[in-house]
């Protein structure tokens, strides 16, 4: 044995109390890190959040419930079986030992799990959900993340070590526990840890499986995410009732007029824009500006905030919950939806507005890797007229950012310029831009000719998120949100004419730059030159311009589809005076079932 073995031998030999509530407090604290480093901006001490909060909730925010992300919070299970090991000797045994070791090491595990479903993308866990979005989207996401086997092994090597300090401090508290000479204070000090630990989780038992508990219970976490998963998959099963067939059938509404409908997803655009110092004036100046440019040539505008039904991530969860008039907020609903409507059609949006006599187009300009029948089932799922893909561009030049794609101003004015030489009839264009997709950089150039972006040339360098300040990928947001817009108006003048309708939405809150705290909602824009049109919104939360001054969402994603649809009707409907219902919550399919 070496002499600095044998040093630590004998330390721990006279003081087996330190060791064991280093150990215990370095394991406790594990649980919790994941989730206060994801959430390391909302993270801080206890007392700091107490001293903003007043004294008055002292005993609140330091033993029961605390809003901020940090570690200092307990394990209930870890707490436990501690107590149990070092108070019951009959228990020491070798397997019990290893027993309470892969607990922990679960505990560990749903912890990672927890704060990136949690922390991230701001969804409930569930296994259910989690395991199909994880197969199905986690592959593409190291392709555009341009993952390396540098990252992998960095990350194995991670791992191991995080295997490695687990396990010798895991052995550190088990042996300095049955120590006979564990002192009768450090008894009683775990002890009283035990008590409250059973006390608190018997008087909050499924709000212990919360982040925000205090005291954080691995039982009712894994009790918690079974309810989730039992009541989403009985959500789907109710994917086969006959209502949305029954409930958006405007066959009874004629159109008149049938304006050209840009229906356009603003990819990360969220109303973190208005939440925050970093963003908010240079953001409100923006919209200004932009409107007074809209304003001089003709335009009208009204805008809301929209409540979408993910955060973080899931654009196709909030343009399918949007066209189709229904809550999506999980993967496998999706997934579930895809395969039903492969043999009949589903009357969304496009659907609807094919059947009044419009070209209904899907431009989809992400270079993705999917095969020729994934790209067949999206298709039937959309019911769409015709489907423009990357492969269909004929794009040459530089790629950005996510995917990579090519710059937005390109392909929007690409696929006018080719459908209104070919399309006769009114047009429905669909498609969610890429140029502000997370990490947000880099950005293409705003060129007065777009076609000059079709240029030969390598792409820019992509940027990889972990490499630069949070302050750095907070001017990067704003800088692309600032590109999209200026985009999209220079856009709107030049290809829209008086009887177009343009519809500009965010898809979900950026990931990275925005928090739990700043909710759901994205942006809402109408655009159109018909006054009467815009002002039929106002009766239901939108205000004239693009900026809003409450922040509170006056709609959601899934209310749009009815509501576009009675105004429309109202305004351009044969019968004028009959418009169909408005159903600010979509379909309602929730399940009424009990969970046993």
């Not at 969804?123 to 996401?141: G, M, N």
């Not at 789907?236 to 958006?248: E, N, R």
Request: contains cysteine; proline residues 6%; hydrophobic residues 45%.
């Amino acid at each position: 044995m070496s002499q600095f073995a044998r040093r630590i031998s004998a330390f721990l030999q006279q003081h087996p109390n330190g060791p064991f509530w280093i150990a215990f407090a370095i394991l406790n604290g594990l649980v919790f890190l994941p989730m206060a480093w994801i959430a390391k901006e909302e993270a801080s001490l206890p007392l700091f959040s107490i001293a903003q909060n007043g004294w008055s909730e002292v005993m609140r925010h330091l033993l029961v419930w605390r809003e901020t992300a940090d570690p200092w919070r307990l394990s209930a299970e870890l707490t436990l079986m501690v107590a149990l090991w070092v108070w019951f000797s009959s228990l020491r045994r070798r397997w019990v030992g290893v027993a309470f070791g892969l607990i922990y090491g679960l505990i560990l595990l749903y912890a990672v799990y927890e704060a990136v479903v949690v922390g991230i993308y701001l969804l409930e866990p569930s296994f259910y959900a989690q395991f199909f979005l994880a197969r199905d989207a986690l592959p593409s996401l190291l392709e555009h993340l341009q993952a390396t086997a540098t990252l992998y092994l960095s990350g194995s090597l991670l791992l191991g070590g995080t295997f490695a300090l687990v396990l010798a401090l895991w052995r550190l508290l088990l042996w300095c526990g049955a120590r006979p000479r564990f002192s009768c204070l450090s008894r009683s000090l775990l002890t009283a840890l035990a008590v409250w630990t059973l006390s608190v989780i018997s008087f909050q038992q499924q709000h212990s499986a919360q982040p925000e508990a205090v005291v954080s219970s691995f039982a009712f976490k894994l009790w918690e995410n079974y309810r989730t998963s039992k009541t989403l998959y009985q959500r789907i099963q109710k994917l086969d009732a006959p209502q949305q067939g029954l409930v958006y059938d405007y066959r009874a509404f004629p159109l008149a007029q049938k304006p050209d409908i840009y229906l356009i997803f603003v990819e990360a655009y969220g109303s973190v824009l208005y939440q925050r110092a970093d963003f908010n004036t240079s953001y409100r100046d923006l919209l200004r500006e932009l409107s007074a440019q809209l304003q001089e040539n003709g335009w009208k505008m009204v805008t809301a905030l929209s409540e979408a039904p993910t955060w973080g991530g899931g654009s196709w969860l909030s343009y399918t919950t949007t066209l189709f008039g229904m809550h999506i907020d999980q993967h496998p609903q999706y997934l579930e939806l895809r395969e039903k409507y492969q043999t009949e059609r589903y009357p969304s949006l496009g659907v609807t507005l094919h059947d009044q006599g419009y070209h209904y187009v899907w431009l989809s300009t992400l270079q993705e890797n999917y095969s020729e029948e994934v790209w067949e089932k999206y298709t039937r799922l959309l019911a769409v007229d015709e489907l423009i893909r990357y492969r269909d561009l004929g794009y040459i030049g530089p790629r950005y950012g996510w995917g990579p794609s090519p710059p937005d101003q390109w392909t929007l004015h690409w696929v006018h310029e080719v459908l209104k030489d070919k399309v006769k009839q009114p047009l429905f264009l669909f498609t969610i831009t890429q140029n502000s997709h997370y990490p947000f950089a880099p950005l293409p150039p705003l060129a007065e000719d777009w076609r000059t972006l079709n240029q030969p040339g390598r792409d820019p360098e992509a940027v990889d998120p972990q490499t630069i300040r949070l302050a750095t990928m907070r001017a990067n947001y704003l800088q692309a949100v600032e590109y999209e817009l200026r985009m999209l108006t220079q856009w709107i003048l030049e290809v829209g004419d008086p009887n177009s309708i343009f519809i500009l939405i965010g898809d979900h809150q950026p990931a990275g730059v925005s928090r739990r705290a700043d909710g759901y909602a994205t942006p809402l824009h109408i655009l159109s030159q018909d006054e009467a049109l815009i002002r039929a919104f106002t009766e239901y939360g939108f205000v004239f311009g693009l900026e809003v001054t409450d922040l509170q969402p006056s709609l959601r994603h899934e209310g749009f589809y009815s509501l576009f649809m009675r105004i429309l009707f109202g305004r351009y409907g044969i019968h004028q005076l009959a418009q169909p219902v408005y159903l600010p919550n979509g379909i309602q399919l929730e399940s009424n079932e009990t969970i046993n």
